[in-house]
């Protein structure tokens, strides 16, 4: 039963309702506002046939018949520009957060993940701070750096300055193990069994049998290795060290936990299938030994003279997470390359990997392998990926052999014309942070004075607000700027049987959703 002083869930796929009053705590009020399948509303008042709710930031009337009391599973996949970072919000209210983006600053979106978990926090969760529910900091259960690459964890900067003011709390950051190092001795090559890379010490027999043999597991390994000693030269470097750094001076106050994943751990700890209603299965960095010690095998090429730039093997140790809720599963494959998807698929049956929706490996790269996007064998597929930048993210071949290997099947039905028909298929979706952005190109002006000088901004605010800058403006033709962009969230929902996916059109009063039961 919806009841007043409750939250609700909206149940039809998607709608819009106009505000039937002042936006509360908004940036800008909407003619209309969006609603998709279960989205949350608070429940001001409920009637026997209509509700009085707060949702987004507004007061709407929503017909009682077309909420639900039943929480669903969302992923947002957030669109961060050249970058990758996913908001996951479980059924039992936990929040998670798999990778942050890159750092606003070197967004080519211009803004971040922070930016979308700040409106989660306090504009579409309105209600919170408007009828005092909830009352307290915000509260992020796990967040997720997948391996140390800025444009995954640089994102993460602003939130951690959130904790410092009380505004949020992190229960625990998982990442997968690794450090960005530099030592006064620079990096060497790989000889004689062993080599000093970005990653760290390398040891083995010959690559790519040799491993990374120093792991961060907690906050004492990060204490340990912010400077060198006496015996060692060599300690954590550059912008992961400083995040890292800034993650350890919030332990205790509004940071539980900092924790290692990989393969044997099975599953994030709390989301066991006995512990949570959403499942969350840890597939990758794939844990191996050496000399009876926990390593990562290094996968880079061997051809490099020195080892100061092991992307490869960065990229393909990231934390691999399979999210399973009832018959729905939901794949998110960090960077993985060819070398690491070869590594993972002859140690871990490639059933563990088929996945109904999952996110392109390194933002759409055709660095893959065929036979793990046939074990993935995805109904859809989330990249993320940048606009207007040198990477020219998805690739084409990504894109072909995603489609490829992705299920194709009949709807039973068929469509015709004049003697002409077919069947209707469901063909695996293909969804881009990147492509389904929009913008509205306009043509910029700027203010000229008498002498054909143009007018400092300051000055020509002046003049607007005395009356003064009429006849002052000339148009420039010569390019256009974009305004108004539409950041390409993708929305996945799901109830464990249904999933639905939807982007926001561009005039962001309604959603193009497609659905399918599993």
């Given at each position: 039963?919806?009841?007043?002083g409750?939250?609700?869930?909206?149940?039809?796929?998607?709608?819009?309702?106009?505000?039937?009053g002042?936006?509360?705590?908004?940036r800008k009020?909407?003619?209309?506002v969006?609603?998709l399948?279960?989205?949350?509303?608070y429940v001001?008042?409920?009637?026997?046939?209509v509700?009085?709710?707060?949702?987004?930031?507004?007061?709407?009337?929503?017909?009682?018949?077309?909420?639900?009391?039943t929480?669903?599973?969302?992923v947002?996949?957030?669109?961060?520009?050249?970058g990758?970072?996913?908001?996951?919000?479980?059924?039992?209210?936990?929040?998670?957060?798999?990778?942050?983006?890159?750092s606003?600053?070197?967004?080519?979106?211009?803004?971040?993940?922070?930016?979308?978990?700040?409106?989660?926090m306090?504009?579409d969760?309105?209600?919170?701070?408007?009828?005092n529910?909830?009352?307290?900091?915000?509260?992020?259960?796990?967040?997720?750096?997948?391996?140390p690459?800025?444009?995954?964890?640089?994102?993460?900067?602003?939130?951690?300055?959130?904790?410092?003011?009380?505004?949020?709390?992190?229960?625990?950051?998982?990442?997968n193990?690794?450090?960005?190092?530099?030592?006064q001795?620079?990096?060497?090559?790989?000889?004689?069994?062993?080599?000093?890379?970005q990653l760290g010490?390398?040891e083995?027999t010959?690559l790519?049998?040799?491993f990374?043999?120093?792991?961060?597991?907690?906050?004492?390994?990060?204490?340990?290795?912010?400077?060198?000693?006496?015996?060692?030269?060599?300690?954590?470097?550059g912008?992961?060290?400083?995040?890292?750094?800034?993650?350890?001076q919030?332990?205790?106050?509004?940071?539980?936990?900092?924790q290692?994943?990989?393969?044997?751990?099975?599953?994030?700890?709390g989301y066991?299938?006995?512990?949570?209603?959403?499942?969350?299965?840890?597939?990758?960095?794939?844990?191996?030994?050496?000399?009876s010690?926990?390593?990562?095998?290094y996968?880079?090429?061997?051809g490099?003279?020195?080892m100061?730039?092991?992307?490869?093997?960065?990229?393909g140790?990231?934390?691999?997470?399979?999210?399973?809720?009832?018959?729905?599963?939901?794949?998110f494959?960090?960077?993985?390359?060819?070398?690491?998807?070869?590594l993972?698929l002859?140690?871990i049956?490639?059933?563990?990997?088929?996945?109904?929706?999952?996110?392109?490996?390194h933002?759409?790269?055709?660095?893959?392998?065929?036979?793990?996007?046939?074990?993935?064998?995805?109904?859809?597929?989330?990249?993320?990926?940048?606009?207007?930048?040198?990477?020219?993210?998805p690739?084409a071949?990504?894109?072909g052999?995603t489609?490829?290997?992705?299920?194709?099947?009949?709807?039973?039905?068929?469509?015709?014309?004049?003697?002409f028909?077919?069947?209707?298929?469901?063909?695996?979706?293909i969804?881009?942070?990147?492509?389904?952005?929009?913008?509205?190109?306009?043509?910029?002006?700027r203010?000229?004075?008498?002498?054909g000088?143009?007018i400092?901004?300051a000055?020509?605010?002046?003049?607007?607000?005395?009356?003064?800058?009429?006849?002052?403006?000339?148009?420039?033709?010569?390019?256009?700027?974009?305004?108004?962009?539409?950041?390409?969230?993708i929305?996945?929902?799901t109830?464990?049987?249904?999933?639905?996916?939807?982007v926001?059109?561009?005039?962001?009063?309604?959603?193009?959703?497609?659905?399918?039961?599993?």
């Amino acid at each position: 039963m919806i009841q007043s002083g409750k939250l609700a869930y909206f149940k039809k796929k998607t709608g819009s309702y106009k505000p039937i009053g002042p936006a509360h705590n908004f940036r800008k009020a909407w003619d209309k506002v969006a609603m998709l399948w279960g989205d949350p509303v608070y429940v001001i008042e409920a009637g026997p046939t209509v509700a009085k709710v707060s949702a987004k930031g507004h007061h709407l009337d929503i017909k009682v018949s077309d909420l639900m009391e039943t929480p669903l599973f969302s992923v947002y996949q957030i669109d961060v520009g050249q970058g990758d970072s996913a908001l996951l919000h479980t059924p039992d209210d936990r929040w998670l957060m798999i990778d942050g983006g890159p750092s606003p600053g070197d967004s080519n979106s211009g803004k971040g993940a922070a930016d979308f978990l700040f409106w989660k926090m306090f504009v579409d969760q309105s209600w919170k701070s408007e009828f005092n529910f909830n009352p307290g900091p915000f509260t992020l259960d796990a967040m997720v750096c997948t391996h140390p690459d800025s444009d995954h964890y640089g994102g993460f900067a602003p939130l951690t300055k959130k904790v410092a003011v009380g505004d949020l709390v992190i229960n625990t950051v998982y990442h997968n193990g690794m450090g960005r190092f530099k030592s006064q001795g620079g990096f060497t090559k790989f000889e004689n069994g062993s080599g000093f890379s970005q990653l760290g010490p390398v040891e083995g027999t010959d690559l790519p049998d040799a491993f990374l043999t120093v792991l961060l597991d907690s906050f004492d390994d990060v204490r340990t290795l912010l400077d060198t000693t006496s015996t060692r030269d060599w300690k954590l470097h550059g912008e992961y060290r400083d995040w890292l750094d800034k993650l350890v001076q919030l332990e205790g106050r509004g940071i539980a936990a900092f924790q290692r994943l990989h393969h044997n751990v099975e599953f994030v700890p709390g989301y066991s299938p006995a512990d949570s209603a959403v499942a969350i299965r840890v597939l990758g960095p794939l844990e191996e030994l050496h000399n009876s010690q926990p390593a990562l095998r290094y996968i880079d090429s061997k051809g490099k003279s020195a080892m100061g730039d092991p992307s490869l093997t960065r990229n393909g140790h990231s934390v691999i997470l399979r999210c399973d809720f009832k018959d729905v599963r939901i794949l998110f494959t960090g960077d993985l390359n060819f070398r690491s998807q070869a590594l993972l698929l002859s140690n871990i049956p490639a059933a563990e990997f088929r996945a109904h929706v999952a996110k392109a490996c390194h933002h759409g790269s055709e660095d893959i392998s065929m036979k793990f996007l046939h074990a993935m064998e995805p109904w859809a597929t989330m990249v993320s990926s940048g606009d207007n930048e040198g990477h020219v993210h998805p690739r084409a071949l990504m894109l072909g052999l995603t489609g490829a290997a992705g299920p194709l099947r009949e709807k039973g039905s068929k469509r015709k014309f004049l003697n002409f028909e077919e069947m209707r298929y469901i063909a695996p979706l293909i969804y881009s942070t990147e492509l389904s952005r929009s913008v509205r190109l306009r043509e910029p002006q700027r203010a000229l004075d008498a002498n054909g000088q143009t007018i400092p901004n300051a000055e020509l605010q002046a003049k607007r607000a005395s009356g003064a800058a009429g006849g002052l403006i000339e148009e420039l033709d010569y390019w256009l700027l974009a305004d108004e962009l539409t950041f390409g969230l993708i929305n996945v929902r799901t109830d464990g049987k249904r999933i639905l996916l939807a982007v926001l059109k561009e005039d962001q009063s309604a959603f193009k959703v497609e659905s399918f039961d599993v």
